[in-house]
């Protein structure tokens, strides 16, 4: 059975509780704040992405299947520890005009293109780096027949630990002239920040 990461993430929250705004400090500190799972999904089209491309944008709007983020921060009083993150790809012809919540996303390795695997997924916040990792080290060799979510994500050593109304980055960064070429189907990616939030009693 797997071993939870929840006690690690809850300590990496807790250390860092001098980062939340006053209001949620003040309520962590009236005992009014409980931590529990999380698993904060975006999609988003990545067709003729190259360079560094942005995931999560400002003009983002929260909606179920799509994107748990308001523009590109968290909502008031949600402050996450991300333990463990999965990525998915997917793609469909464009003539479909599939939108990215319509896809079916796949961890399996063989499925991603070339260039999206050497790309790098890069985490900020604050103007800060908090991660910045090749895109393979989150794909799988097979199909995953495990519970989703789980064995298939990658375990970070370090949690990322994410604030409140704070502006968020979600980028790839392509190597310079490589990147997802236009052509007949329209490509989509999928990130899972899976861990520990924050949340009232």
Known sequence: MLKS???KEQRFLKGKQDLFPKQTLAELKAGKV???DSD???TAEISEAG???DLLRTTNDKEVGKSDFDSNKLEQGVNVAVGRIKIGYGKDATVNNTTADKIAYS???SVFPVELLR???IIKQDGKTLMKLPVERFTVSDKSAKTQGEEDVLHLGTPVIL???KPIDIQLEFNPGAGITAGADDHFIQVRLIGTETATK
């Open 40 to 42: 904060i999904t975006h």
């Open 107 to 109: 961890s399996d390795v």
């Open 119 to 121: 790309a790098k997924l």
């Open 34 to 36: 409980r931590f529990i």
């Open 5 to 7: 990461d929840y006690t």
């Open 163 to 165: 604030i409140e109304q």
């Open 51 to 53: 360079g560094i491309y």
